[in-house]
C-alpha cells in the first residue's frame, strides 16, 4: 500500500483521537463501580468484577499501543498497512462486542459524555477500517501508465 499524503494525515490523526479516546475509557470512564453496575443490570453475579475490569483494561492496553502505532504512519513505512488495518477491525468489533449494560451504567454514571470516549474509537475505527480498505483496493488498481491510481 502506498501511503498518499491523504490518507497518511486520516491516519495518524485518527490515532490521535483513538489513543486519547481509548486511553480516556479505560483509565477514566471504566471502573469497578461502573463494571458491577453493568453485571448487575445484565443479571449476573458481581463477584467476577474485578477480574472482569482486568481483562477490560487489558484490552484497552492493547488497543491504545496498536492506535499508537498508528502514529508511525506518517513515516509512510509500508508495512505499517497491515497492523494498523488490523487494529483498527478490531476495535471496531467493539461495536459489537462491548454490552449494551456496559454503555448504560456508563450513561448512569457519567452521563452521554460517558459512552462518548467508546463511541468516537469504535465507530470512528469502523470508518477508518473502511477508508484504509478502499484506498487499498484504489492503490492496487494500474493506471494507463502503470503507476498507482492518487487517492
Known sequence: MLWTPKIRLVTVLCSIVFVAGTALQNYVVIDLDLIEASMRRKGVETGDAPAYLNALRL????FIVGNALGLLVWFR?????????AVNVGQSCGVFVVPFEVHRAAID?????????????????????IVLSVAY???????????PVPL
Open 59 to 62: 484490552v484497552g492496553k492493547v
Open 137 to 147: 483496493v484504489r492503490s492496487r488498481r494500474l493506471t494507463r501508465t502503470g503507476g
Open 77 to 85: 513505512w509500508r508495512l505499517l498497512f497491515w497492523p494498523v488495518l
Open 109 to 129: 454514571a457519567h452521563g452521554w459524555p460517558g459512552v462518548l470516549p467508546s463511541l468516537v474509537t469504535d465507530g470512528g475505527a469502523v470508518i477508518l477500517s
